[in-house]
């Protein structure tokens, strides 16, 4: 098996701009200088493959097989990325690492390159005045896409995240008396996308249309900073296929999630 070696800075740039959209996860946390990498690199010293080990495994690139061993020590939460990177870490590293909890493959990810028309709504970033209004909805989203309540397993950790958040300029939000009528976060930033996460809307104002329109005028005003926004879903939700393609947003490419 070939070896893994520690990238620099600069390969991880270049190896991540040969592919923004699905390797914007990778260049975020390079860039905010978080989390371990391993990589593959051919004689050139250009990656082939790269890994970032932390609460989430992240392989991308060809023989991602190779990131068995610091897979299977790294305590991730999750195993996810492209597909088919995914699938040559985990048969490698199964063996070692325990039984996921929900195998999530042909995970659509989507993308969007043109604004689409405006949703003319109150949609603002999210201030630390709303942190108590923003953990519940957050804790709730993560729960419907994940199946894990984070206010149960670990309720100060994801508080101090939902207000990392906001303090770094990543959560949105449009609400009315009291109620959400739309909010997002993003989960990744560089200067080529951004990856939005948590796309959700208050229960009681779901099937009115605002999660359109809040999506739409949070990707005009992303898409005056960034040429690219992008997100994924679960295939079998439907509604939110539905409303991602209702924007315009394309189809790019496929993840899949091993939750453990």
Known sequence: MTATVSPTYEQILRFCAEDPVERVFLEDVARRGFGRFSALAAEDDRLTALCHVGANIVPSGAGCGAFAEVAAHGGARMLIGEERAVAELWEEARDALPEPRDDRPGQPVYRLSEAPEPGETVLRPARLS???????????????????????????????????????????????????????????????????QQVWTDPEARGLGYARRGLSDLCRLLLEQVPIVCLFARPENTRALRLYDSIGMTRALTYRSLIF
């Not at 993560?142 to 906001?166: K, V």
């Not at 959560?171 to 930033?189: H, N, T």
Request: proline share 6%; net charge negative.
């Open 130 to 196: 709303d942190l108590e209004l923003l953990v519940p909805a957050c804790a709730a989203a993560h729960h419907e896409e994940i199946g894990i309540d984070p206010l149960r397993r670990d309720p100060d950790g994801f508080r101090w995240r939902t207000r990392q958040q906001i303090e770094d300029g990543r959560s949105w939000l449009w609400v009315e008396d009291g109620v959400i009528r739309f909010k997002a976060e993003a989960s990744a930033w560089t200067p080529t996308a951004v990856q939005l």
